[in-house]
């Protein structure tokens, strides 16, 4: 069956260090990928995604995914967090299929930025 | 603005008091979909809809209905609600069409006693 696994359910990281919350997902057809961040108390806000072209992808706060097509990876990296960051990242697989789609979720995980 | 609202944003029931949760987005979307939220368990899907009179269910569908009328509106229905229907709902709405993304009401908070 098709998944999507973000292996951690935490990641604690001290204010200014960088960060790496993985993302893989089990696919043999094509995908588009997503990241999507829930601030506290808010709905979920697209963050980043992947459809074509270059495999590294930014957002305008700072993070980046590179989509790894081999390791069927697309973790989400930032060289230096803030105490804003702090919030529950979901990574999400549009599966692509003859003449519809299936999205997939992975779990969550909660960036807990420490000062 | 462009904005997918949900109401009411918080409710507190009792079992079997039928409830609906509105869902209604400015943007003309095509797709729209419901989710519960809870601890642990990330986002599961509901229902979902690719167009106008055109529902169906996704993973854990058991318990509530959903109807779209109008291409603006996706209320949620809960006929007989439980109490492990307590949860956190998000409404969620998509251009469709090959643009995939998803766009997010506030969120329902909805407790079941």
């Known amino acids: 069956a098709q998944s999507v696994t973000q292996l951690d359910s935490q990641v604690p990281v001290f204010e200014e260090a960088p960060v790496e919350l993985r993302c893989n997902y089990s696919?043999?057809?094509?995908?588009?990928l997503f990241w999507y961040v829930q601030y506290p108390n808010q709905g979920l806000q697209l963050l980043l995604k992947?459809?074509?072209?270059s495999t590294l992808v930014e957002s305008i706060n700072g993070f980046e995914a590179e989509f790894n097509k081999s390791q069927t990876s697309f973790h989400l990296r930032k060289p230096s967090v803030h105490i804003s960051d702090t919030a529950e990242y979901f990574c999400?697989?549009?599966?692509?299929?003859?003449?519809?789609?299936?999205?997939?979720w992975g779990a969550g995980t909660k960036l807990i930025i420490k000062p | 603005e462009a904005q997918v609202t949900q109401n009411p944003r918080y409710l507190i029931t009792v079992t079997g008091k039928k409830l609906t949760v509105t869902c209604s987005q400015n943007?003309?979307?095509?797709?729209m979909s419901w989710y519960r939220q809870d601890p642990g368990l990330g986002l599961r899907q509901i229902y979902y809809s690719m167009n106008v009179e055109v529902t169906d269910k996704g993973d854990v569908p058991e318990g509530y209905k959903v109807s779209r009328k109008e291409k603006r509106n996706f209320p949620l229905i809960l006929e007989s609600p439980s109490p492990n229907q307590t949860s956190l709902y998000f409404c969620?709405?998509?251009?469709?069409?090959?643009?995939?993304?998803?766009?997010f009401g506030p969120g329902t908070r909805l407790t079941v006693t």
């Open positions: 943007m003309n979307h095509e797709y």
């Open positions: 969620a709405s998509s251009p469709g069409q090959g643009a995939y993304e998803q766009y």
């Open positions: 992947y459809l074509s072209g």
């Open positions: 696919s043999s057809v094509s995908v588009y």
């Open positions: 999400a697989v549009i599966l692509l299929m003859d003449s519809n789609y299936q999205l997939i």
